[in-house]
């Protein structure tokens, strides 16, 4: 046995394996006294096959099949052993002369590595945008604790500055429900609709169609409601069916302590002065997470501006080709190899920083990272006290599925990146209202079309 390596270039080696019959030979033979205990042969006993009549059948078959295993171990030990990062899986080269019969054969392996790089994060400078509440926000949040807390009185349609409780249905052009679409009950607030006109004066069994971009001044409510992502909500325009179920109207409560222990618990808020500020912190820790969510993009589009390396494109095109299902041109595994190239980059470099900082997500992180998914959603739903042997019996379920690890190991190394990210990038700062942020969004979406 005999192993070598022929580097072509930083990013293209062959590995060349030469093999005896003493290196597969001795295992055929097991193998075929193996088949001998097992075979049945019209005319024979089970077991009683002349060994000539099984070599004659199953020798070529077998190997073959040992000489592949022999390859594949020591390939795969000479990768490990010399620690060669390799991109995609070693692609044999053919040899039509070869002789099987031959007292050495040599087989050849086309290998694709991995370049190597350098991340340095200190040279990144990066926008930071931070959303800071307005006054108005905090202005309508504060009118509307007053209007949940006051006193409810029903009405026989819907009114100015009332509310209404309605069930929402997407639906198609025809009018009918789309299947997994939007059906849900929402208790509207009147002032927080983009047409009022539409609204008022209607009354229980009403039907209202509209668009969702049409429904409220703040399209952000769409993601409240009907649990869209942001860049979803800005994008949502089904059209909607809403059928009034109940109208009513609410005296607005008094700004008293009464007001405040209600909204926040018993003396946690003194004043309203307290309660603007508390109301404006809670707004700014949720609009935290678009701002956090648009560092992490303009760190990724910092490190494909900056980040750049050679890749063996020639060979990851003949890697495409032999691994696609259908039969691919050279034409064709060029276009679905451009196509894949972006991640691909992506993903060396992600690997490169997750390395660099000793980052490597184990089985028990994922469990731990079940349990708080587990807490947090129980929690929603107001329980608290989750005993610790039922959350273990949930998590235990969970992690049998495999859709379910593999989508929260992507969530704890986004996680990690942006630990990383958040530590290591120097950020520019930007302080802009909700509305700024949003103006900012949709232009980069419309240069990206």
């Given at each position: 046995?005999?192993?070598?390596?022929?580097?072509?270039?930083?990013?293209?080696?062959?590995?060349?394996?030469?093999i005896s019959p003493e290196d597969y030979k001795p295992k055929v033979e097991k193998s075929l006294i193996d088949y001998r205990k097992k075979v049945s042969m019209p005319g024979f006993r089970k077991g009683k096959v002349p060994m000539g009549v099984i070599k004659k059948q199953y020798e070529g078959s077998l190997t073959f099949e040992e000489i592949n295993k022999v390859l594949n171990e020591n390939l795969s030990n000479y990768i490990k052993e010399n620690k060669l990062s390799v991109l995609g899986q070693?692609?044999?080269?053919?040899?039509?002369?070869?002789?099987?019969?031959?007292?050495?054969?040599?087989?050849?392996?086309?290998?694709?590595?991995?370049?190597?790089?350098?991340?340095?994060?200190?040279?990144?400078?990066?926008?930071?945008?931070?959303?800071?509440?307005?006054?108005?926000?905090?202005?309508?949040?504060?009118?509307?604790?007053?209007?949940?807390?006051?006193?409810?009185?029903?009405?026989?349609?819907?009114?100015?500055?009332?509310?209404?409780?309605?069930?929402?249905?997407?639906?198609?052009?025809?009018?009918?429900?789309?299947?997994?679409?939007?059906?849900?009950?929402?208790?509207?607030?009147?002032?927080?609709?983009?047409?009022?006109?539409?609204?008022?004066?209607?009354?229980?069994?009403?039907?209202?169609?509209?668009?969702?971009?049409?429904?409220?001044?703040?399209?952000?409510?769409?993601?409240?409601?009907?649990?869209?992502?942001?860049?979803?909500?800005?994008?949502?325009?089904?059209?909607?069916?809403?059928?009034?179920?109940?109208?009513?109207?609410?005296?607005?409560?008094?700004?008293?302590?009464?007001?405040?222990?209600?909204?926040?618990?018993?003396?946690?808020?003194?004043?309203?002065?307290?309660?603007?500020?508390?109301?404006?912190?809670?707004?700014?820790?949720?609009?935290?997470?678009?701002?956090?969510?648009?560092?992490?993009?303009?760190?990724?589009?910092?490190?494909?501006?900056?980040?750049?390396?050679?890749?063996?494109?020639?060979?990851?095109?003949?890697?495409?080709?032999?691994?696609?299902?259908?039969?691919?041109?050279?034409?064709?595994?060029?276009?679905?190899?451009?196509?894949?190239?972006?991640?691909?980059?992506?993903?060396?470099?992600?690997?490169?920083?997750?390395?660099?900082?000793?980052?490597?997500?184990?089985?028990?992180?994922?469990?731990?990272?079940?349990?708080?998914?587990?807490?947090?959603?129980?929690?929603?739903?107001?329980?608290?006290?989750?005993?610790?042997?039922?959350?273990?019996?949930?998590?235990?379920?969970?992690?049998?599925?495999?859709?379910?690890?593999?989508?929260?190991?992507?969530?704890?190394?986004?996680?990690?990146?942006?630990?990383?990210?958040?530590?290591?990038?120097?950020?520019?700062?930007?302080?802009?209202?909700?509305?700024?942020?949003?103006?900012?969004?949709?232009?980069?979406?419309?240069?990206?079309?």
């Open positions: 046995m005999n192993v070598t390596q022929n580097k072509i270039d930083d990013l293209n080696t062959v590995i060349s394996i030469t070693p692609l044999p080269i053919s040899d039509n002369n070869l002789d099987v019969n031959a007292n050495e054969m040599t087989f050849k392996f086309e290998v694709g590595l991995a370049p190597e790089f350098k991340v340095d994060l200190s040279k990144a400078n990066v926008p930071y945008y931070k959303i800071e509440s307005t006054e108005k926000e905090i202005d309508d949040t504060v009118a509307k604790m007053q209007t949940q807390f006051g006193e409810l009185v029903d009405t026989n349609k819907i009114e100015e500055g009332g509310n209404f409780a309605g069930k929402v249905e997407e639906i198609d052009s025809e009018g009918n429900p789309v299947d997994g679409g939007i059906n849900v009950s929402v208790t509207f607030i009147v002032d927080d609709l983009k047409d009022k006109k539409t609204f008022l004066k209607k009354k229980v069994n009403d039907v209202i169609e509209i668009q969702a971009q049409d429904l409220f001044n703040d399209v952000h409510q769409l993601q409240h409601f009907f649990g869209l992502s942001h860049d979803e909500a800005h994008h949502f325009n089904a059209k909607l069916k809403i059928i009034i179920e109940k109208t009513s109207t609410r005296t607005k409560a008094e700004l008293n302590q009464e007001l405040f222990d209600k909204v926040y618990g018993k003396d946690k808020v003194k004043s309203v002065e307290e309660l603007r500020n508390k109301i404006k912190e809670e707004i700014e820790n949720y609009y935290k997470k678009e701002s956090d969510t648009k560092f992490m993009n303009e760190c990724v589009e910092w490190l494909f501006s900056n980040i750049s390396f050679d890749l063996p494109s020639e060979f990851l095109i003949k890697y495409i080709k032999s691994n696609s299902k259908e039969p691919l041109s050279d034409e064709e595994a060029s276009t679905e190899y451009e196509k894949s190239e972006k991640a691909l980059r992506y993903q060396l470099i992600e690997g490169k920083i997750l390395s660099d900082n000793n980052v490597n997500i184990q089985y028990p992180d994922l469990i731990e990272f079940t349990r708080n998914q587990m807490k947090q959603q129980f929690a929603m739903y107001g329980y608290t006290d989750i005993p610790d042997s039922e959350l273990d019996k949930y998590v235990a379920n969970a992690m049998k599925n495999e859709e379910h690890v593999r989508q929260s190991s992507g969530s704890l190394i986004q996680q990690e990146l942006f630990k990383i990210f958040d530590t290591q990038v120097k950020k520019n700062e930007k302080v802009v209202s909700i509305e700024e942020f949003d103006k900012i969004l949709k232009k980069e979406s419309n240069k990206s079309k």
